[in-house]
T-cell receptor, first 113, second 110 residues
Framework: DTAVSQTPKYLVTQMGNDKSIKCEQNLGHDTMYWYKQDSKKFLKIMFSYNNKELIINETVPNRFSPKSPDKAHLNLHINSLELGDSAVYFC????????????FGPGTRLLVL | QKEVEQDPGPLSVPEGAIVSLNCTYSNSAFQYFMWYRQYSRKGPELLMYTYSSGNKEDGRFTAQVDKSSKYISLFIRDSQPSDSATYLCATRTGRRALTFGSGTRLQVQP
């Protein structure tokens, strides 16, 4: 039974398109995250939500907009996709905002052509 | 300069070897130190967690933190082919998000 799931697993799209990635956790956690992992495996925080409230918003272009309909879901919408957006996007969750134990999803591989 | 530096490897060792993986960090405010393991095409999973300086042991794995030199280490004893993965160190201060190193790819040859 998957703890943190993401859809889709793979996403290939053209520059300029708008796409969404969905994330769900069934762990009952209060806090969810979006990370971006580039081709050199560098994992960087993008956003964090605690009980549907945005608590971390790193320097990310406005084209990226997270949305948390409830504390079990955190979706990521990306407008006007660019080549540099190609990466693996990971969703994660933790018990609370101070949680060291973050549980990661399997990742969504985004390729922008 | 990145806040957490890690040698990307790859590090190739024979089965049974002792592996030493290391990170350095620049922010002396970091209090929490973690090691995550990431298998190919999978999400990272927490391996070890320590608070402040000291050692922590869990089976074949030992995590070591030296805050005076801002140095984090992970030792793997009796390494196995199943340990082949990318190992990411991570740090945090307070309730901020994790700051990750870029990962070291380890290959354990049977």
């Amino acid at each position: 039974d998957t703890a943190v799931s993401q859809t889709p697993k793979y996403l290939v799209t053209q520059m300029g398109n708008d796409k969404s990635i969905k994330c769900e956790q069934n762990l009952g956690h209060d806090t969810m995250y979006w990370y971006k992992q580039d081709s050199k495996k560098f994992l960087k925080i993008m956003f964090s939500y605690n009980n549907k409230e945005l608590i971390i918003n790193e320097t990310v272009p406005n084209r990226f907009s997270p949305k948390s309909p409830d504390k079990a879901h955190l979706n990521l919408h990306i407008n006007s996709l660019e080549l540099g957006d190609s990466a693996v996007y990971f969703c994660a969750s933790s018990q609370d905002a101070g949680g060291e134990t973050q549980y990661f999803g399997p990742g969504t591989r985004l390729l922008v052509l | 300069q990145k806040e957490v530096e890690q040698d990307p490897g790859p590090l190739s060792v024979p089965e049974g070897a002792i592996v030493s993986l290391n990170c350095t960090y620049s922010n002396s405010a970091f209090q929490y130190f973690m090691w995550y393991r990431q298998y190919s095409r999978k999400g990272p999973e927490l391996l070890m967690y320590t608070y402040s300086s000291g050692n922590k042991e869990d089976g074949r794995f030992t995590a070591q933190v030296d805050k005076s030199s801002k140095y984090i280490s992970l030792f793997i004893r009796d390494s196995q082919p199943s340990d082949s993965a990318t190992y990411l160190c991570a740090t945090r201060t307070g309730r901020r998000a994790l700051t990750f190193g870029s990962g070291t790819r380890l290959q354990v040859q049977p």
